[in-house]
């Protein structure tokens, strides 16, 4: 299942694929996290494209990832909409991990929306809470694990890509401002990537408050540096599906089932939010 390094060709070979079976182009993609599938009813008329037909891209293997392509209009704007992502966890390189975007980048897309379930480090956050993403932590590349690892290909991206402005500020403000507007509570805060799939013990919960993060997930943050080599601008949003627990002897434990019924509460939120955001880019 696991490969490390792709060329531009495989990543060539994967666009094209997609390129020959839609009508539209679009310029916005969207990566929907565990449980926010159901996003896609927003999109009109789509182009649906199933993963295991598309050369070299990974097909998830966890619940609430179907793993479908939707391609249509939302909002008056072109979309790409990724159904359900795979993960490191899975068995997954970092390079595979990459792939849909690098399809994305070579198909025109030049704004990447991101979304992911996580879970709540912030003790000021709730269960269905929204939060912008503002900076991220990548504590599996600090250990090397980095989609970038290997030859670099200068037509795609610099060598050492800059990642001082990993979320894009006027995409933010827009978030913030759509939000305000629609009368939704918009967190913000920083999340950080552990390569799972076990959640976190109570000490490594506190480890992670310690060190500035606010939420906690298993995904995101290859896709970002991705998509920033690529010199695409992302928008990041953490739906909080569970609240961490810092303390052993509390009578609870943490499980998939439980980030999945959370979404019921976050995705019609999230939903009015996104539409909000690109309704906005449509003017621009």
Not at 44 to 61: K, L, R, S, W
Not at 82 to 89: A, D, I, Q
Not at 217 to 224: N, Y
Not at 256 to 263: D, F, P, R
């Amino acid at each position: 299942m696991e490969k490390d390094f792709f060329s531009r060709r495989e990543f060539e070979e994967a666009a094209s694929y997609i390129l020959e079976r839609t009508r539209y182009k679009p310029k916005i993609g969207l990566v929907l996290g565990s449980g926010m599938g159901g996003l896609v009813r927003e999109v009109e008329e789509p182009d649906i494209i199933p993963y295991e037909g598309i050369p070299h891209f990974p097909v998830p293997t966890v619940e609430g990832h179907p793993g479908e392509l939707f391609i249509g209009m939302m909002e008056g704007e072109a979309v790409m909409v990724m159904r359900g992502r795979t993960h490191y966890y899975e068995g997954y390189s970092m390079g595979q991990i990459a792939i849909p975007i690098r399809a994305m980048q070579l198909l025109g897309i030049k704004i990447l929306i991101v979304t992911n379930a996580a879970g709540g480090l912030n003790p000021n956050f709730e269960v269905g809470d929204l939060m912008l993403i503002t900076d991220h932590i990548n504590l599996i590349g600090m250990a090397g694990f980095s989609p970038l690892r290997g030859p670099n290909d200068p037509l795609l991206g610099p060598r050492f890509p800059d990642m001082s402005k990993a979320y894009d500020l006027e995409l933010r403000e827009i978030a913030l401002r759509v939000a305000e507007s629609l009368g939704i509570s918009l967190r913000e805060g920083v999340y950080i990537c552990l390569a799972g799939p076990s959640y976190e013990t109570p000490a490594e919960i506190r480890f992670l408050r310690k060190i500035g993060a606010d939420a906690v997930g298993m995904s995101t943050v290859p896709e970002v540096i991705v998509a920033r080599h690529a010199g695409m601008r992302v928008l990041g949003i953490s739906g909080i599906s569970n609240i961490a627990i810092a303390e052993p002897e509390e009578e609870k434990k943490t499980t998939h089932e439980e980030v999945l019924e959370a979404s019921k509460v976050i995705v019609p939120k999230l939903t009015a939010l996104l539409k909000g955001v690109i309704r906005e880019l449509g003017r621009k």
